[in-house]
């Protein structure tokens, strides 16, 4: 693919958190409970692209925490630091759940074994052969993506419909700038991890063609319909 993308980190606009904020939070983390959050047990990273337009390129780092063995849920951010930005988020399943989905609903499902057996998505600070535990299992895996801040444009704020993300399927996609700072700060190489990973297998009955958006661009549009009232409410607004 030709071209360069950047990568922006915009500034969210708003006052700096004042003490009594930061007392208050200190106070409240201590009396509750955070037991979803609490479930996340390991950091991805990797790269998407808006289902639309392959143009448009992101990092993204997963804060993953499993259900069972077929459904795990992360949450996505810009980056892995205190002030990263959740972005979205991301619902992965096992191959053996993706083909009970209905096949209108498969199109939305990425598959993971290119990312995987390509290096392109790792586990920052994690030993090779303790990733590959786990990388063994989500290259077999569909993922699920949407984003709800499209920070490639710079927005300071979540604007806009939220869109459909899709994941690396083949060589010449990603762009070679954005790879190679990714390299660069997580101090990793794609080529090597590509020979390390070359054992790994993908989905047992293939890639499904349906997965990956069938092959097609999708682009989440908002439509203006009539909004269905509770019965015993003559209208919804006023």
């Known amino acids: 693919m030709e071209g360069e993308n950047v990568s922006t980190q915009p500034e969210v606009p708003g006052e700096p958190t004042q003490t009594s904020t930061a007392l208050l939070e200190t106070a409240t983390a201590t009396l509750q409970g955070f037991g979803p959050v609490n479930k996340i047990h390991q950091h991805l990273c990797a790269f998407h692209f808006y289902a639309h337009d392959m143009t448009r390129q992101v990092e993204a780092h997963h804060f993953c925490g499993h259900q069972n063995e077929?459904?795990?849920?992360?949450?996505?951010?810009?980056?892995?630091?205190?002030?990263?930005?959740?972005?979205?988020?991301?619902?992965?399943?096992?191959?053996?759940?993706?083909?009970?989905?209905?096949?209108?609903e498969k199109p939305f499902w990425h598959t993971h074994e290119f990312e995987v057996k390509g290096g392109y998505l790792f586990m920052p600070g994690v030993p090779g052969p303790i990733q590959s535990q786990d990388l063994e299992k989500v290259c077999k895996t569909y993922g699920k993506t949407i984003h709800f801040w499209q920070i490639d444009r710079g927005d300071s704020l979540p604007l806009g419909?939220?869109?459909?993300?899709?994941?690396?399927?083949?060589?010449?996609?990603?762009?070679?700038?954005?790879?190679?700072?990714?390299?660069?700060?997580?101090?990793?190489?794609?080529?090597?991890?590509?020979?390390?990973?070359?054992?790994?297998?993908?989905?047992?009955?293939?890639?499904?063609?349906?997965?990956?958006?069938?092959?097609?661009?999708?682009?989440?549009?908002?439509?203006?319909?009539?909004?269905?009232?509770?019965?015993?409410?003559?209208?919804?607004?006023?």
């Open 70 to 104: 077929d459904f795990r849920q992360c949450l996505i951010y810009d980056k892995p630091d205190d002030d990263g930005k959740l972005i979205g988020l991301e619902y992965i399943i096992s191959e053996e759940l993706f083909l009970t989905l209905p096949d209108n």
């Open 161 to 238: 419909i939220p869109q459909v993300m899709m994941a690396l399927t083949r060589d010449g996609q990603l762009y070679p700038n954005l790879a190679q700072d990714v390299e660069s700060r997580f101090g990793i190489s794609f080529a090597k991890e590509r020979e390390n990973r070359a054992y790994m297998t993908g989905p047992a009955h293939g890639l499904h063609p349906l997965g990956n958006a069938a092959g097609r661009g999708l682009q989440t549009v908002l439509r203006e319909v009539d909004c269905k009232p509770v019965e015993s409410v003559p209208s919804v607004f006023v």
